[in-house]
């Protein structure tokens, strides 16, 4: 997700040298004897810089999803090549059997070619029949000769390939720890922050500006978007994970695919390639429910799900729960979101 345009709040470098007892606009509390600290950022100020760290979690959350995305498809092929390739060793095995018992047979009869044999144990009469007879079998044999080198080129190439994707898999693997490595960092930076708020403050910053509840009327809707938007209602009140995608925790674009999965409806897995794969459109007036709405940049960071009435649900950043949120501007989540645009499954 895009840093959000809030400018970072600075000043609590000089933390060694103050004790902030709480977050309030203009109070500081030092320890005796010092003589001067940075003032204590109001709460506002604390709820601007951990909704930008949110923003910058959840830009780091995609990349971790596109790569555990990308891994798990790199397996499915891996098992389909390892597959082929237990299909390819058996028949090979088979062919070179074949064609070994083929060997001992003419072994046995002294390692003479069938064609000579015939020229030379047949009567006059019989030899232009079985002779053709010998040359379907040399023929055999070349075919038999052509499978075996056709087939131990393909296994040869199924094995290259196996080995390729064995190293993008380990690569995709090592860029899934790099982005989870970046994703914890900015939600240590957030709980650090966290840390100097009062409990009840938590609780605001937390919040998200949303509820697990909406008294308001919601309009009604059929097929497979009915069923993606109860899917959504059913998990409110689920906890934030980033990389999840269900049934218990989710992470945003977690939770629309899983949305509509149950509707049947496979989409893309994160925010970035919902918005990239889906019909887009950018006017709110054409939102229906199960419409996805996208936030914050192009590429989106955020997505949530429409449910009607100007709502949506989703599941907003580390410290929340899938819950309601509301496009009208005065919102406060939306205050510190912008909508990138809109699609529809």
Same mark, same amino acid.
């Given at each position: 997700?895009?840093?959000?345009?809030?400018?970072?709040?600075?000043?609590?470098?000089?933390a060694?040298?103050?004790?902030?007892?709480?977050?309030t606009?203009?109070?500081?509390?030092?320890?005796?004897?010092?003589?001067?600290?940075?003032?204590?950022?109001? $709460?506002?100020?604390? #709820?601007? +810089?951990?909704?930008? %760290?949110?923003? !910058?979690?959840?830009?780091?959350?995609? &990349?971790?999803? *596109?790569?555990?995305?990308?891994?798990?498809?790199?397996?499915?092929?891996?098992?389909?090549?390892?597959?082929?390739?237990?299909?390819?060793?058996?028949?090979?095995?088979?062919?070179?059997?074949t064609?070994?018992?083929?060997?001992?047979?003419?072994?046995?009869?002294?390692?003479?070619?069938?064609?000579?044999?015939?020229?030379?144990?047949?009567?006059?009469?019989?030899?232009l029949?079985?002779?053709?007879?010998?040359?379907?079998?040399?023929?055999?044999?070349?075919?038999?000769?052509?499978?075996?080198?056709q087939?131990?080129?393909?296994? $040869?190439q199924?094995? #290259?390939? +196996?080995?390729?994707? %064995?190293?993008? !898999?380990?690569?995709?693997?090592?860029? &899934?720890?790099? *982005?989870?490595?970046?994703?914890?960092?900015?939600?240590?930076?957030?709980?650090?922050?966290?840390?100097?708020l009062?409990?009840?403050?938590?609780?605001?910053?937390?919040?998200?500006?949303?509820?697990?509840?909406?008294?308001?009327?919601?309009?009604?809707?059929?097929?497979?978007?009915?069923?993606?938007?109860?899917?959504?209602?059913?998990?409110l009140?689920?906890?934030?994970?980033?990389?999840?995608?269900?049934?218990?925790?989710?992470?945003c674009?977690?939770?629309?695919?899983?949305?509509?999965?149950?509707?049947?409806?496979s989409?893309?897995?994160?925010?970035?390639?919902?918005?990239?794969?889906l019909?887009?459109?950018?006017?709110?007036?054409?939102?229906?429910?199960?419409?996805?709405?996208?936030?914050?940049?192009?590429?989106?960071?955020?997505?949530?799900?429409?449910?009607?009435?100007?709502?949506?649900?989703h599941?907003?950043?580390?410290?929340?729960?899938?819950?309601?949120?509301?496009?009208?501007?005065?919102?406060?989540?939306?205050?510190?979101m912008?909508?990138?645009?809109?699609?529809?499954?």
């Amino acid at each position: 997700m895009a840093s959000h345009r809030a400018p970072k709040v600075t000043g609590r470098a000089t933390a060694a040298a103050a004790t902030v007892v709480g977050v309030t606009a203009g109070t500081v509390a030092l320890l005796p004897g010092t003589s001067q600290a940075s003032p204590t950022p109001s $709460l506002s100020q604390v #709820k601007a +810089e951990v909704q930008q %760290l949110n923003n !910058q979690a959840e830009q780091k959350t995609n &990349a971790y999803d *596109a790569a555990q995305e990308q891994y798990a498809q790199l397996q499915k092929k891996i098992d389909g090549l390892q597959a082929q390739i237990t299909q390819e060793q058996s028949a090979l095995d088979t062919l070179e059997s074949t064609m070994g018992l083929q060997a001992a047979a003419q072994y046995r009869n002294g390692g003479i070619s069938p064609t000579l044999q015939l020229a030379l144990n047949a009567s006059p009469e019989k030899y232009l029949s079985q002779a053709g007879i010998a040359s379907q079998q040399a023929d055999q044999e070349a075919v038999l000769m052509r499978s075996i080198t056709q087939e131990k080129a393909q296994l $040869l190439q199924d094995k #290259k390939n +196996e080995a390729n994707a %064995l190293q993008q !898999q380990q690569a995709v693997l090592d860029q &899934a720890k790099a *982005a989870k490595t970046a994703v914890d960092a900015k939600l240590a930076e957030r709980k650090a922050l966290m840390s100097t708020l009062t409990a009840q403050q938590q609780q605001q910053v937390n919040s998200a500006g949303g509820t697990t509840t909406y008294t308001g009327a919601l309009p009604a809707t059929s097929g497979r978007a009915a069923m993606a938007v109860e899917y959504a209602k059913s998990k409110l009140g689920d906890s934030y994970v980033y990389g999840a995608t269900g049934p218990s925790y989710f992470d945003c674009s977690g939770l629309t695919m899983a949305a509509w999965a149950y509707a049947g409806v496979s989409i893309p897995r994160t925010s970035e390639e919902q918005f990239a794969g889906l019909s887009q459109f950018y006017s709110a007036s054409q939102l229906q429910p199960g419409d996805l709405i996208f936030f914050e940049g192009n590429p989106p960071g955020h997505v949530a799900i429409y449910v009607g009435n100007g709502m949506y649900i989703h599941a907003p950043h580390t410290g929340t729960v899938v819950q309601y949120g509301s496009l009208d501007p005065s919102s406060p989540y939306y205050g510190y979101m912008s909508v990138t645009g809109y699609a529809r499954v």
